[in-house]
């Protein structure tokens, strides 16, 4: 099948969050698989034009009232299989993407402009398709910002010049999938103009949000297919306590919308050939995670004792994330587990400035915290390997890749109960000393602290159930291939349709 993924960000030119990994990694397995696959994104002012190569021409794309003009540059995703290429396009254009930040910037972390940026980029993708002359089977759109992509298809271009050009779209099937239903693309509908939609397709297509436009939910309405990243994940998001005012549409869809489970790039992740970490190991030798544990306390200034238990978070510092119960001034857990506990716990993570700076502040108080704002990988990679236990207390979780990445490198998490970290992680009975990881249901800082607290006794009194854990967690099996198998599924179904 000829699949083309539209996304906002891809590893390793853009990222946020877990969306970049899960788009590029997935394109790569899917090549693996023999699909013929390209990717496509905005040339963000981050990425470096030297390195990539521009296509000949410039390519214009209409818009509400006129046409915008482009470059298109492209280079070969790494990773790409070497028998089966996947390039990337690049959409280049000054004004919406020479500029600092993929969403926005500190100061506006949300562009006014967003709609006219994403809407644009959506666009682009057609006429991009036109001047590469390459049509997709499948058109796998990812998430709010390329939303738009099976609108278009299913509103404009499907039918568009069938009587000339027999349509260029009129057979290729649209995916969509959600990786987090928290962010929808809601804005004014005065923008809606520059989309170059009529106003039957804002009600037909569902953009009608109380008198505002809303992206996603027109895509939700769109796509031939819709999934989420997860088979848990995708059942709460029908009822109202997660669905983010979308569960009407989720339900409504329900025949059309899956899980399925994100994959985990093991190229990167992977603790027995892992460049970022100082000693390797693996589940047959585990002995190795011992000095990844010095060099990760040594790191953060914290004396390097090995009998002490090490509890690591690598997280973005937002709602979602549980960080209110970690760190909400004067209730927040962590005070609470580090004066209480003998363990360290050290993280890295950027986000809200209230969070970034109560961070600071309990570091600077408590001897056994160590925090880094900012975004390191290398740091990542060295506490998902080298701490005791991972700490991951979400208030929703589409998929969450840090979980599966910790029990990769022999690392316990210790998780809420819900989306997909319930379906990767299993809870310990230590009756019987099964499971690979540590559980709990409501978000409050009492459950974390109690959980964070079970997970030290038994580091302290079960530490044989404790080193079995680890290597269970091990041997679980998060490749991408599993999934790659139920995607190709669901494009044969999409095309079905
Ligand atoms: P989400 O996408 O909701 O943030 P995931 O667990 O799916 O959650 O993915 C997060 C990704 O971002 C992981 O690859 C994680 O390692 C990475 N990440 C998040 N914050 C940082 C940071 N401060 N430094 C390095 N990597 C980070
Ligand atoms: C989102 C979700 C996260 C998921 C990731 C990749 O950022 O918050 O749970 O793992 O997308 O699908």
Not at 45 to 51: E, T
Not at 157 to 169: L, Q, V
Request: aromatic fraction near 12%.
């Amino acid at each position: 099948m000829k699949i083309l993924m539209v996304s906002s960000e891809a590893v390793p030119f853009a990222k946020t969050g877990g969306l970049a990994d899960a788009v590029s990694s997935l394109s790569i397995a899917l090549a693996k698989q023999g699909h013929e696959v390209r990717v496509v994104i905005p040339r963000y002012y981050s990425i470096d034009r030297g390195k990539l190569k521009p296509l000949p021409g410039a390519m214009g794309v209409p818009v509400g009232g006129g046409e915008e003009w482009s470059a298109v540059y492209t280079t070969s995703l790494p990773g790409s299989p070497k028998k089966n290429d996947v390039p990337i396009y690049l959409i280049d254009h000054e004004i919406f993407f020479g500029r600092d930040g993929i969403y926005g910037i500190p100061s506006e972390p949300d562009f006014l402009d967003n709609p006219k940026r994403f809407a644009f980029f959506c666009r682009a993708v057609f006429q991009l398709c036109r001047k590469i002359d390459w049509y997709p089977d499948i058109l796998h759109a990812h998430d709010w910002p390329s939303a738009l992509v099976p609108v278009y298809l299913k509103h404009q271009e499907r039918h568009k010049n069938n009587a000339e050009r027999s349509g260029e779209f009129s057979k290729t099937a649209s995916v969509l999938t959600v990786h987090n239903l928290g962010y929808q693309g809601i804005y004014s509908k005065e923008n809606f103009w520059y989309l170059g939609l009529g106003w039957d397709v804002f009600y037909n297509a569902g953009f009608d949000d109380w008198n505002m436009m809303n992206l996603l939910k027109a895509g939700l309405y769109s796509a031939d297919k819709i999934n989420t990243v997860s088979p848990n994940y995708a059942e709460e998001t029908k009822n109202q306590t997660n669905g983010f005012r979308l569960d009407g549409v989720l339900r409504y869809r329900s025949a059309d919308y899956t899980g399925i489970l994100n994959g985990i790039d093991t190229d990167v992740w992977n603790p027995a050939k892992d460049p970022l970490i100082p000693q390797k190991f693996s589940a047959k030798d585990i002995s190795g995670k011992a000095k990844v544990k010095e060099a990760l306390q040594r790191e953060f200034n914290l004396p390097p004792e090995a009998g002490t238990p090490v509890i690591g978070m690598v997280t973005r510092l937002t709602g979602q994330k549980g960080v209110g119960e970690l760190f909400g001034p004067g209730y927040g857990s962590i005070w609470s587990i580090c004066r209480d506990m003998n363990v360290q716990l050290v993280l890295i993570g950027t986000g809200e400035s209230w969070c970034e700076n109560e961070i600071m502040n309990l570091s600077s108080r408590l001897s056994n915290f160590k925090a880094r704002i900012g975004y390191s990988e290398e740091i990542s990679h060295l506490i998902e390997a080298g701490s005791d236990f991972f700490l991951m207390p979400s208030r929703y979780e589409p998929c969450g890749l840090n979980q599966m990445y910790s029990l990769t490198y022999g690392t316990p998490p210790i998780v809420r109960n819900t989306g997909g970290l319930r379906d990767t992680v299993e809870n310990f009975n230590q009756e019987t000393g099964t499971g690979t990881g540590f559980m709990f249901d409501d978000l409050t800082p009492q459950a974390i602290y109690d959980t964070c607290g079970w997970a030290v006794w038994a580091y302290y009194n079960k530490r044989d159930q404790i080193e079995a854990m680890r290597l269970r967690g091990m041997k679980q099996d998060f490749s991408w291939e599993n999934s790659a198998n139920k995607y190709t599924e669901l494009y044969n179904a999409s095309l079905g349709t």
